[in-house]
Each structure stands twice: as structure tokens, then as C-alpha cells.
């Protein structure tokens, strides 16, 4: 058997490797060094900490501080912006939403029951005895009277039910999630609250009472003509009462 003069484990191919790792080592000496980056360089907001200067520094905070200022003015227009919503859709004299802002919740209402297929309820209040009181006591005993009333119905229901004065002596109640039948117990249980508590006026009492209306809400009605729906329930309950007086 003939024997390589090579030495053991070593080849021709061998040699040939070496040659090319020999001849890449030379060509990476002639080649420019690339600048490393440390792995654990520092930066700030994307400058790295050796140009992070004093002028640097300075720039960085000054922006910074522009921007907590302009964030601040946002917060504050915001907030009035919040604060005149809630004027415009307040009621003058009670804390109810007025007419306009009732009808735009009830338009959202309708929309959602329509999206989501949820059953929702209108009534529509309406007092009696409201004028003699205004001509027995006068206006302020009248200021006082509609004050009581819209007490009591704030405190007699839901959080997400909406409660608003349509005009003078009309108040409005949206009940989520009320059929016609849970609207009805609900408007007669805060007619006969309205009723066992009369509101008190320079130690006389003030004696009201309540006419309703319920109508449920439909998918694609308008707040318009629910309003008018529930108004006409509300009627035809005033004549079925006096009828039965």
C-alpha cells in the first residue's frame, strides 16, 4: 500500500483550505476596521449617551417641558369643554337633562336597541295640580314643588336610566332594558311615591299628582314620534282616570 508523504490526518484538500483561510485572513488585515457599538451603549430618546451633550440635554429638557405644557392645556380644554356639555344639556332648574339632550338619549337608545336588539321603555309624566300650587303659594313654592319631584324620581331608579324635564310641569323617563309591562309597575311605584310625599312649602303641603304615559320603544322610530306616542298614553290614562272619579 502506498504511503502520503503527507502527515497523518492531513490531506491535499487540506492544504487548500488552509491556503483560502491564509488569503481571507490577509484581505480582512488590508480592509478598514467597522466601527463597533457597544451592546450596552445608553441612549436617550434615541441619541446616544457619547453625543448626549449639555446642549443636548438642554434641547431634550426644554422639549420635554413644552410638551407637559401643551398636555396640561389639552387637560384644561378638555375639562371646560366637559363643563359646558354638561350646561347646555342641563335642565335651568333641576338637575335633569333638558328637552334636547332627553331626545338625543333616546335617539342613542333606539340605535342601540335596534344594534343589539335590546327592549326599552318611554314614559311620560305629567302633574297635576301643578298651577294651583303656582297660584295658591306662588312661583318659588312652584320652583320648590318641581325640585321635589325631580328628587324623588332621581332616587327611584337605575343608574343607566335617563331622566329628563320635557317643559314646565313634563318630566321624561328612558328605562334600558324595561318591557311595557316592568315600565308600567316602575312609572305607577314613582307616581305612588310622588303621592305618599308631598313636598312641604313654608310648613303647608303641597299635594301632587301624576298622570302618566308608557310606550315602547320601537326599532327605527323616531324620538319624535315616541314622544308623541307616550304623550297620547299619558292622555288617554288622565281621561280613563276621570272617568272612573
Known amino acids: 500500500m502506498k504511503i502520503s508523504g503527507n502527515r497523518p490526518g492531513r490531506t491535499s484538500a487540506s492544504k487548500g483550505d488552509d491556503a ?48 407637559d405644557r401643551l398636555r396640561e392645556e389639552v387637560r384644561q380644554v378638555t ?64 320652583d320648590e314643588a318641581l325640585r321635589h319631584v325631580a328628587r324623588i324620581l332621581i332616587g327611584n331608579v337605575r343608574e343607566s336610566d335617563i331622566v329628563g324635564r320635557l317643559g314646565g310641569d313634563e318630566f321624561g323617563l ?32 303641597l299635594q301632587l299628582t301624576v298622570a302618566f304615559g308608557v310606550h315602547t320603544l320601537s326599532k327605527g322610530e323616531s324620538p319624535e314620534d315616541a314622544m308623541a306616542n307616550a304623550d297620547k298614553a299619558m292622555y288617554a290614562a288622565k281621561r280613563k282616570r276621570k272617568a272612573q272619579a
Open 20 to 67: 483560502y483561510t491564509s488569503a481571507q485572513k490577509a484581505k480582512a488585515s488590508r480592509a478598514p476596521a467597522k466601527p463597533q457599538v457597544p451592546v450596552d451603549a445608553t441612549s436617550v430618546l434615541g441619541i446616544p449617551e457619547a453625543e448626549f451633550t449639555t446642549s443636548v440635554r438642554d434641547a431634550i429638557q426644554s422639549l420635554l417641558a413644552e410638551v
Open 174 to 205: 328612558i328605562l334600558p332594558k324595561a318591557d311595557r309591562d316592568a315600565a308600567e309597575k316602575k312609572a305607577q311605584s314613582l307616581a305612588d311615591e310622588l303621592t305618599d310625599n308631598p313636598c312641604v312649602w313654608n310648613g303647608a303641603q
Open 79 to 142: 375639562e371646560r369643554l366637559e363643563a359646558v356639555k354638561a350646561v347646555a344639556d342641563q335642565d335651568g332648574l333641576l338637575p335633569l337633562l333638558n328637552r334636547r339632550a332627553f331626545v338625543r338619549e333616546m335617539s342613542r337608545i333606539i340605535s342601540f336597541g335596534d344594534r343589539y336588539d335590546m327592549e326599552a321603555s318611554l314614559v311620560y309624566f305629567d302633574l297635576d295640580g301643578f298651577k294651583a300650587v303656582n297660584d295658591t303659594h306662588g312661583h318659588a313654592a312652584g
